[in-house]
């Protein structure tokens, strides 16, 4: 590909590497010119002109990420594909599940020029149908034959999604002694939100006293592939109530605790073919912690060891629930909380309403503007800043006797 200026009278049908204002219009970059655009730049007074021209080895830039986007979907599951747009190409899930990218595939594919890029989302993040899960993006406006060639061949498998199957699953609780009914089902609740979540279905729950042997009677007589256990109690060992009654099941205990906080002391196990989760305290909240992360890869079908596990720790540390602040101890120590400010931004031009000011509109008998602002103070924010144009008289009443600080924006006509 040949960049660099060109006079206007030798420009046609290569493409414009900056966008042109001219008659009115603006010829925008990526535009092959054709002999209305030569016209329209020479009335202008445009001489010359930043293009690229393909040579003989040279694939369009759309053309490429199209080849790219295709070569990359090939040998992977429910997946599909925009039309491509400035070298662009957009692929995404079909179905929700988890998706899945050879990082080595990636990397090899990444590595064959600089100008063939694609960017995705990590390895066994969940998504949705019609999450964008990758982009190919050819960086200049072609790219070479040869090159693409060469990043299509090891794409094959690269990129996949893998869906959530339907399942059933057996859902335990344990009560201990004084334990309410509400935080049963609380836990309950949560559990068949999650699976629900992920396309499955739960049975249950069976409620059993907080002992090995009960537990594992009830585990014994679980029909489903899938059984998950929510004690009353943590399970702090792995000589513990829940992983000593799937033992004394006949199953076994593949790994106890995990590198994901929270999340902590879910274990993992077998009976016969059926698969064994005790689930973490946290799985009580709806808040994401490491069970989530277990059950997504359960529901989609991949079977999960003690390394993958193992393997969670790096991105393991998961927000902290609001309840639980600084929980692991003084590592870091603040004096009372942050101070935050609200910025209500109020000196835009209203253009898009066609003449009435949208921040004068009534809601529920008062201007937005002082509505907004209300819902501001009513916040823990210690100062409220509204800010407005210096001429605005409407807006200024809509505010008047609010404790508010009032912030006057001169050049608000600039635009944004």
């Known amino acids: 590909m040949i960049f660099g200026p060109r006079n206007i009278d030798d420009a046609k049908g290569a493409i414009l590497a900056h966008s042109v204002a001219v008659q009115g219009r603006r010829i925008r970059k990526g535009t092959t010119l054709n002999a209305a655009d030569i016209k329209d730049l020479r009335a202008a007074g445009v001489l010359s002109v930043t293009v690229a021209a393909l040579g003989p080895g040279d694939v369009h830039e759309d053309a490429a990420a199209q080849m790219l986007a295709k070569a990359l979907m090939s040998g992977g599951a429910n997946l599909g594909a925009s039309a491509p747009f400035t070298g662009r190409v957009n692929i995404f899930a079909e179905c929700d599940g988890m998706f899945r990218v050879n990082a080595d595939l990636v990397n090899r594919f990444n590595g064959v020029d600089p100008s063939i890029t694609v960017a995705t989302l990590p390895d066994l993040s ?208 603040t004096k009372g909380r942050p101070k935050i400010e609200v910025l209500l931004l109020a000196a835009g031009a209203s253009s898009r309403m066609g003449g009435d000011d949208k921040l004068l509109q009534d809601v529920d008998g008062q201007a937005l503007l002082r509505h907004c602002a209300n819902v501001a103070l009513a916040s823990q924010a210690g100062r409220v800043n509204v800010v407005l144009p210096p001429d605005h008289a409407g807006r200024a009443a809509a505010i008047r006797g609010l404790k508010v600080n009032t912030v006057f924006c001169p050049d608000w006509r600039d635009g944004m």
């Open 126 to 333: 969940r998504v949705s149908g019609r999450a964008l899960v990758a982009t190919v993006k050819i960086i200049p406006f072609a790219a070479s034959r040869e090159n693409i060639s060469a990043a299509c061949d090891v794409a094959a498998g690269a990129l996949g999604v893998e869906p959530f199957k339907p399942t059933r699953a057996t859902l335990i609780l344990t009560r201990t002694p004084g334990m309410g009914d509400s935080l049963l089902g609380k836990g309950h609740r949560a559990v068949a939100q999650r699976l629900h979540s992920l396309g499955c279905e739960l049975d249950g729950p069976v409620i059993v006293d907080h002992k090995t042997d009960d537990l594992a009677a009830q585990l014994t007589g679980a029909k489903n592939d899938l059984i998950l256990i929510l004690t009353g109690s943590a399970t702090s060992d792995i000589a513990d109530v829940a992983p000593a009654a799937l033992l004394a099941a006949g199953g076994r205990v593949e790994r106890f605790g995990m590198p994901v906080d929270p999340g902590n002391l879910l274990f993992l196990g077998g009976l016969g073919a059926k698969t064994v989760v005790g689930l973490p305290g946290c799985a009580r909240s709806p808040a994401l912690n490491g069970a989530d992360w277990v059950l997504e890869r359960l529901a989609a079908g991949i079977k999960l060891r003690d390394q993958d596990i193992a393997a969670m720790g790096v991105g393991g540390l998961l927000k902290e629930i609001s309840t639980r602040p600084q929980p692991r101890g003084g590592i870091v120590k």
